[in-house]
Nanobody, 119 residues
Framework: QLQLVESGGGSVQAGASLRLSCAAS????????MGWFRQGPGKEREFLGR????????FYADSVKGRFAISRDNAKNTMYLQMNSLKPEDTAVYHC????????????WGQGTQVTVSS
């Protein structure tokens, strides 16, 4: 069973940066696609980006291109989301998720970490 734990959230002012971590346990991520999502207050869950672990291919949603960056540390079985130039609109609970090669939908989810951006 893949388990995911997010960390690194907090309360910051607009323009600040944060790096979120998604630590995976239970299995390695070699066959997985890992993604970042968020859900702000009163908003639907939003896809931010994903990385195909095997070769590191990354795709970003248009809403965060240029400000957010996904990376990985294979040895630590950890995915990161570097968030720069944060805006109040980025306030949300951020989740990481995973899907293995046999599934089309993300089926493993972390508990989320809160990011609050003030003006």
């Amino acid at each position: 069973q893949l388990q995911l734990v997010e960390s690194g959230g907090g309360s910051v002012q607009a323009g600040a940066s944060l790096r979120l971590s998604c630590a995976a346990s239970g299995r390695t991520l070699g066959t997985y696609t890992m993604g970042w999502f968020r859900q702000g207050p009163g908003k639907e869950r939003e896809f931010l980006g994903r990385i195909v672990w095997s070769f590191g291919g990354i795709f970003y949603a248009d809403s965060v291109k240029g400000r957010f960056a996904i990376s990985r540390d294979n040895a630590k079985n950890t995915m990161y989301l570097q968030m720069n130039s944060l805006k109040p609109e980025d306030t949300a609970v951020y989740h990481c998720a995973g899907r293995d090669a046999d599934y089309s939908e993300f089926r493993y989810w972390g508990q989320g970490t809160q990011v609050t951006v003030s003006s």
